[in-house]
């Protein structure tokens, strides 16, 4: 078992005691400022990646069961009843997804910075530190930015979980290795099953 594995939502926990404690840190470490309501409108498709994004985050520190996934979205699609969310209400979702993905990238990075990552010993640690705290930082922009124009921002998390895999000690991540693989067929099962017709 790797130690690293149980440390980001160790890390997780500190940042927020830290911010709590008032230590300075940066204004994204912080979390986004709130978004406006989208001008424009979504598929139930769109919203529905969207939340279950936001659910594997919160499966990676271990608020919500991986097992529970398919379950919580199949919820979601009934309440919104065949039709997305209303403007404002998928704007809180987006401010959601952009306040826990980004926290994820900085515990990711925090983890790093702090020498608590496992990396494989194929390169040097240095190398791995300086190379993954920079592609951390890419990706924290590229969040914001998929965010703020409507765009998707799994491709970002499936990156952070890779990189996440190299703290854990693994040079490509094990099939089992975190949730965000998952996310395409879920969402294609619980579409299917809700355009069977599935009872409320």
Do not use: C
């Not at 008032?22 to 939340?51: C, I, M, Q």
């Not at 952070?160 to 854990?168: D, G, Q």
């Amino acid at each position: 078992m790797r130690s690293a594995s149980k440390l980001l939502p160790l890390v997780g926990a500190l940042l927020l005691s830290l911010s709590v404690a008032a230590v300075p840190l940066r204004a994204a470490d912080l979390g986004p400022t709130p978004l406006e309501a989208p001008a424009t409108s979504v598929t139930l498709r769109e919203a529905l990646s969207r939340y279950l994004t936001l659910e594997m985050i919160r499966t990676t520190f271990d608020v919500v069961q991986r097992e529970d996934l398919s379950a919580a979205l199949e919820e979601q699609a009934l309440r919104w009843r065949k039709a997305a969310p209303p403007a404002e209400a998928l704007a809180e979702l987006d401010q959601q997804l952009l306040s826990e993905a980004s926290y994820y990238l900085v515990s990711l990075s925090y983890l790093v910075q702090v020498g608590g990552a496992a990396f494989p010993t194929d390169r040097a640690e240095m190398v791995y530190a300086n190379d993954t705290t920079s592609r951390l930082d890419d990706l924290r922009r590229q969040l914001f930015e998929a965010v703020e124009t409507g765009g998707d921002v799994l491709p970002v998390l499936v990156e952070a979980e890779r990189i996440r895999a190299l703290t854990e000690g693994y040079v490509s991540a094990p099939d089992d290795f975190g949730v965000f693989a998952e996310h395409d067929a879920l969402l294609d099962g619980v579409l299917a099953k809700l355009k069977r017709g599935t009872p409320t």
